[in-house]
Nanobody
């Protein structure tokens, strides 16, 4: 079982910045996908930013130009730098990873970290 441990959430005023970290309990060098989703109160979980195979990145339209996903393979860690935060960025941010397990691809989720942006 792969563990994903998130950190870096908190309370921030609009226009501020936060950086989230997600550390996996095994190597992410050849991971199939890894990144961040979020869930606002009363809404469905949505993709924020993710690395896919070949280290391509995919961002939600609402965060393009403000959020940046990066990775440090040596630390088994993916980061989400969030700048110019808006109140609508408020939610629980979940780390996600899709990793090979034998012949299967298994999805893993972190426990979530709360991000609250005040206006």
């Amino acid at each position: 079982q792969v563990q994903l441990v998130e950190s870096g959430g908190g309370l921030m005023q609009a226009g501020g910045s936060l950086r989230l970290s997600c550390t996996a309990s095994r190597s992410i060098f050849s991971i199939n996908a890894m990144g961040w989703y979020r869930q606002a109160p009363g809404k469905q979980r949505e993709l924020v930013a993710v690395f896919t195979s070949g280290s391509r990145t995919n961002y939600a339209d609402s965060v393009v130009g403000r959020f940046t996903i990066s990775r440090d393979n040596a630390k088994n860690t993916v980061y989400l730098q969030m700048n110019s935060l808006k109140p609508e960025d408020t939610g629980v941010y979940y780390c996600y990873a899709a990793m090979a397990s034998g012949v299967s691809i298994v999805s893993h989720w972190g426990q979530g970290t709360q991000v609250t942006v005040s206006s």
